[in-house]
């Protein structure tokens, strides 16, 4: 199995950045891909961003394209989510997510981490 704890959420000015973390633990070597997706108050969850756990095949839903980042350290086994330019609209309980070789779709997750934007 493979554990997912985000961490690094909290309360941030519009036009403010932010980092969250996932760090990964188990069976990492069985991880595909890693994803970070949010759930906005009183909707349903969207997908922010991913990338191959071998690196590569990055990509971002346009609404946080150019202000997102997704990245990896291969020594901690973490990815992070760099925020910048942060809207009242990016606010949300955000998530991280693992799809594992051989599984279709992401299968583990984290607690998730509230990020709130201030207008």
């Known amino acids: 199995q493979v554990q997912l704890v985000e961490s690094g959420g909290g309360l941030v000015q519009a036009g403010g950045s932010r980092r969250l973390s996932c760090a990964a633990s188990g069976r990492t070597f069985s991880i595909f891909a890693m994803a970070w997706f949010r759930q906005p108050p009183g909707k349903e969850r969207e997908f922010v961003a991913a990338f191959r756990w071998s690196g590569g095949n990055t990509n971002y839903a346009d609404s946080v394209k150019g202000r997102f980042t997704i990245s990896r350290d291969n020594v901690k086994n973490t990815v992070y989510l760099q925020m910048n330019s942060l809207k009242p609209e990016d606010t949300a309980v955000y998530y991280c997510?693992?799809?594992?070789?051989?599984?279709?779709?992401?299968?583990?997750w984290g607690q998730g981490t509230q990020v709130t934007v201030s207008s």
């Open positions: 997510a693992a799809q594992l070789r051989s599984v279709s779709g992401y299968s583990h």
